[in-house]
């Protein structure tokens, strides 16, 4: 953690070209991850959390985006790599679960073919032994009978099944960093249990790092160490999971923290009910001037409307970016 | 072995549609005229072994009787020998026009859709050109520039077949192109041509094998019409559409010369077009409950 981080995302924006104009999902991102890490990044949808993993892979449609800034992978710039340079990276050292285990694997292929191409394009096996590997894989993320299950088709396997097959997938090649794009979010409380479980396990055993993309609090207090929570296209803060969850520096990380049910503590000490945060994101289109989170906050000054706060940093892993810290 | 593997998935799902094919009736009788017709292609010197061509002016224009089941033409020819030998030209005609369509229409669909931008622009704006003549207009322009024969009437059905196969496919690639899958599989460094291979082309071949069977109705029409309209397969080989053409004249004096040649053809498009309307219903994964 104290030597250079594995992936070090400077001042990223990333902007959009689209039919009703120029829209910028990502704005002046900073973030570290360091080897074998799990950092969690949480916010509201259409934050630009998804937006800043696709372009950590330069997934995003070339045509219609804009990335400026500068994403460090092993001190390599991934923002002006080329694609053969990014094609040996994607699934090799770096790797990405999707969100929807239901649509992420391809219909007309087996699950054990869309493993065993992965191998096969980064680690020059042959056939024989891609398919050892991907049943290997398989039988790591603990599905049963993985040598039938690499040869049916993915409608023959349930949701649970399906993403940890997508996980079989990308750790097949042993990343050395997983972006996790809301992993758990269509899978039932069970299954999202096993497979946090799996992934905590995998983390260890290959000591990879992990940028847990979520807007579940509870993955993160479960699985990550640190925290950068985002709104509307900028990191708000970010700190270590116990100090985060603790004292939350931002009015909207309280927010977020006070908008979680928690069983047995309805009537305890000054609070009533689930607390809510008033108003909605504002559009792309429409920032509001000054602190974009000022027609929200409850504690709004006059500073807050006219000017954007800089990010105030705390610690080495703490920073806010809120006039209250400011004085 | 990656024909292999495309064989197997083709062999899962086309069992089931081959099932569901078997209870269509329709479908079912379509599939046998097409058998029938091929059937008849295959073995044609074994049903009339005599050249089809050899005129015999002394029977002409005879009625239907059981030397001559169908009757003869003005130049004494059988016609049930030249609907046997013209049952080559037209299948070969339809395959051959819809093979052209295939081999120049999937390719450019398959990267107008996938790629978009500049390159979608400049193949949808050219496709837009030939789209903007009707069909057989555009066929019928293609022979006058390409000049007559069966060749030449191949080509020029088969060129008017593509724009259609470019803008089926695309319309496929744009929805599969979305699917997270396709995003997975860019996401574990998979190359475009490797993508648009294994895991698009998969996906787009329902429709394109239902298309080629409506197709070929459409090419064995178009080059009838072509034939009727003395600018396709010349005489004295026996095109239908060439034979119905020359029958016109003798419509009352004797109808039969016209008639038959022209049942084939409605036969052969019939038959063409009911296998296809069963392959969508038992292929096309929206009709599926």
């Given at each position: 953690?104290?030597?250079?981080?594995?992936?070090?995302?400077?001042?990223?924006?990333?902007?959009?070209?689209?039919?009703?104009?120029?829209?910028?999902?990502?704005?002046?991102?900073?973030?570290?991850?360091?080897?074998?890490?799990?950092?969690?990044?949480?916010?509201?949808?259409?934050?630009?959390?998804?937006?800043?993993?696709?372009?950590?892979?330069?997934?995003?449609?070339?045509?219609?985006?804009?990335?400026?800034?500068?994403?460090?992978?092993?001190?390599?710039?991934?923002?002006?790599?080329?694609?053969?340079?990014?094609?040996?990276?994607?699934?090799?050292?770096?790797?990405?679960?999707?969100?929807?285990?239901?649509?992420?694997?391809?219909?007309?292929?087996?699950?054990?073919?869309?493993?065993?191409?992965?191998?096969?394009?980064?680690?020059?096996?042959?056939?024989?032994?891609?398919?050892?590997?991907?049943?290997?894989?398989?039988?790591?993320?603990?599905?049963?009978?993985?040598?039938?299950?690499?040869?049916?088709?993915?409608?023959?396997?349930?949701?649970?099944?399906?993403?940890?097959?997508?996980?079989?997938?990308?750790?097949?090649?042993?990343?050395?960093?997983?972006?996790?794009?809301?992993?758990?979010?269509?899978?039932?409380?069970?299954?999202?249990?096993?497979?946090?479980?799996?992934?905590?396990?995998?983390?260890?055993?290959?000591?990879?790092?992990?940028?847990?993309?979520?807007?579940?609090?509870?993955?993160?207090?479960?699985?990550?160490?640190?925290?950068?929570?985002?709104?509307?296209?900028?990191?708000?803060?970010?700190?270590?999971?116990?100090?985060?969850?603790?004292?939350?520096?931002?009015?909207?990380?309280?927010?977020?923290?006070?908008?979680?049910?928690?069983?047995?503590?309805?009537?305890?000490?000054?609070?009533?009910?689930?607390?809510?945060?008033?108003?909605?994101?504002?559009?792309?289109?429409?920032?509001?001037?000054?602190?974009?989170?000022?027609?929200?906050?409850?504690?709004?000054?006059?500073?807050?409307?006219?000017?954007?706060?800089?990010?105030?940093?705390?610690?080495?892993?703490?920073?806010?970016?809120?006039?209250?810290?400011?004085? | 072995?990656?024909?292999?593997?495309?064989?197997?998935?083709?062999?899962?799902?086309?069992?089931?549609?081959?099932?569901?094919?078997?209870?269509?009736?329709?479908?079912?009788?379509?599939?046998?005229?097409?058998?029938?017709?091929?059937?008849?292609?295959?073995?044609?010197?074994?049903?009339?072994?005599?050249?089809?061509?050899?005129?015999?002016?002394?029977?002409?224009?005879?009625?239907?009787?059981?030397?001559?089941?169908?009757?003869?033409?003005?130049?004494?020819?059988?016609?049930?020998?030249?609907?046997?030998?013209?049952?080559?030209?037209?299948l070969t005609i339809g395959l051959g026009a819809i093979a052209l369509g295939l081999i120049v229409g999937v390719p450019?669909?398959?990267?107008?859709?996938?790629?978009?931008?500049?390159?979608?622009?400049?193949?949808?704006?050219?496709?837009?050109?030939?789209?903007?003549?009707?069909?057989?207009?555009?066929?019928?322009?293609?022979?006058?520039?390409?000049?007559?024969?069966?060749k030449?009437?191949l080509i020029?059905v088969g060129l008017?077949s593509i724009?259609?196969m470019?803008?089926?496919?695309?319309?496929?690639?744009?929805?599969?192109?979305?699917?997270?899958?396709?995003?997975?599989?860019?996401?574990?460094?998979?190359?475009?041509?490797?993508?648009?291979?294994?895991?698009?082309?998969?996906?787009?071949?329902?429709?394109i094998i239902?298309n080629t069977t409506?197709g070929m109705?459409?090419a064995?029409?178009?080059a009838?019409?072509?034939?009727?309209?003395?600018?396709?397969?010349?005489?004295?080989?026996?095109?239908?559409?060439?034979?119905?053409?020359?029958?016109?004249?003798?419509?009352?004096?004797?109808?039969?010369?016209?008639?038959?040649?022209?049942?084939?053809?409605?036969?052969?498009?019939?038959?063409?077009?009911?296998?296809?309307?069963?392959?969508?219903?038992?292929?096309?994964?929206?009709?599926?409950?």
């Open positions: 953690m104290n030597d250079t981080p594995l992936l070090s995302i400077q001042n990223l924006k990333v902007t959009f070209q689209i039919y009703e104009g120029v829209v910028q999902a990502v704005d002046d991102v900073t973030l570290d991850i360091g080897t074998g890490e799990t950092v969690g990044l949480v916010g509201e949808s259409g934050c630009g959390k998804s937006v800043t993993a696709l372009s950590i892979l330069q997934l995003l449609p070339r045509e219609s985006s804009r990335i400026d800034g500068r994403i460090l992978f092993d001190g390599r710039n991934l923002v002006d790599a080329g694609e053969s340079e990014l094609r040996n990276l994607r699934g090799n050292a770096i790797s990405m679960i999707f969100q929807e285990p239901m649509t992420s694997l391809n219909p007309v292929l087996t699950v054990g073919r869309q493993i065993e191409e992965a191998i096969m394009l980064h680690q020059g096996l042959s056939l024989t032994d891609a398919r050892i590997r991907a049943v290997d894989m398989l039988r790591l993320v603990q599905i049963p009978a993985p040598e039938a299950r690499a040869r049916e088709y993915p409608h023959r396997l349930s949701g649970g099944m399906r993403q940890r097959a997508m996980i079989a997938m990308a750790l097949s090649c042993r990343p050395r960093l997983l972006l996790a794009d809301e992993p758990t979010t269509a899978l039932d409380v069970t299954i999202q249990a096993q497979i946090l479980e799996l992934m905590e396990d995998l983390k260890e055993k290959l000591g990879m790092a992990i940028l847990l993309i979520t807007h579940d609090l509870g993955l993160i207090a479960q699985m990550a160490s640190r925290v950068i929570v985002m709104y509307a296209g900028q990191v708000i803060e970010e700190g270590l999971v116990t100090d985060l969850f603790h004292d939350p520096l931002h009015p909207y990380t309280r927010g977020l923290l006070g908008s979680i049910p928690v069983l047995g503590r309805k009537f305890t000490a000054g609070r009533r009910q689930l607390e809510e945060i008033p108003g909605i994101v504002p559009s792309l289109f429409d920032m509001p001037r000054g602190c974009r989170f000022n027609l929200r906050c409850p504690h709004v000054m006059d500073v807050c409307r006219e000017k954007q706060s800089p990010m105030i940093q705390l610690g080495p892993h703490r920073r806010v970016m809120c006039w209250l810290k400011a004085g | 072995m990656h024909d292999f593997e495309s064989s197997r998935i083709e062999h899962g799902r086309f069992k089931r549609g081959f099932s569901k094919l078997l209870r269509n009736k329709a479908a079912c009788f379509g599939g046998l005229v097409i058998l029938l017709f091929l059937l008849t292609a295959v073995s044609a010197p074994l049903i009339h072994p005599k050249n089809p061509n050899v005129q015999d002016i002394r029977h002409s224009l005879e009625r239907p009787s059981w030397n001559n089941l169908l009757g003869t033409d003005e130049l004494g020819r059988s016609i049930l020998g030249r609907i046997v030998y013209g049952s080559r030209i037209s450019f669909g398959l990267i107008s859709g996938y790629f978009g931008g500049k390159i979608d622009f400049i193949i949808q704006r050219l496709t837009d050109i030939m789209l903007s003549f009707p069909p057989f207009l555009l066929a019928l322009g293609l022979v006058s520039v390409l000049g007559v024969g069966l030449n009437t020029s008017s724009p259609y470019i803008r089926l496919v695309r319309g496929v690639v744009i929805s599969i192109r979305e699917q997270v899958y396709v995003e997975a599989a860019r996401a574990v460094g998979t190359s475009d041509g490797v993508i648009l291979y294994r895991h698009i082309l998969p996906n787009v071949m329902v429709p239902v409506l109705g459409m064995i029409t178009f009838a019409g072509l034939g009727f309209l003395g600018v396709g397969v010349q005489p004295p080989d026996p095109e239908w559409g060439t034979m119905l053409g020359s029958g016109r004249s003798l419509i009352f004096a004797a109808p039969h010369v016209a008639t038959f040649p022209g049942l084939a053809i409605f036969m052969a498009v019939l038959g063409f077009n009911l296998l296809g309307d069963g392959l969508r219903d038992a292929l096309d994964p929206r009709m599926k409950a």
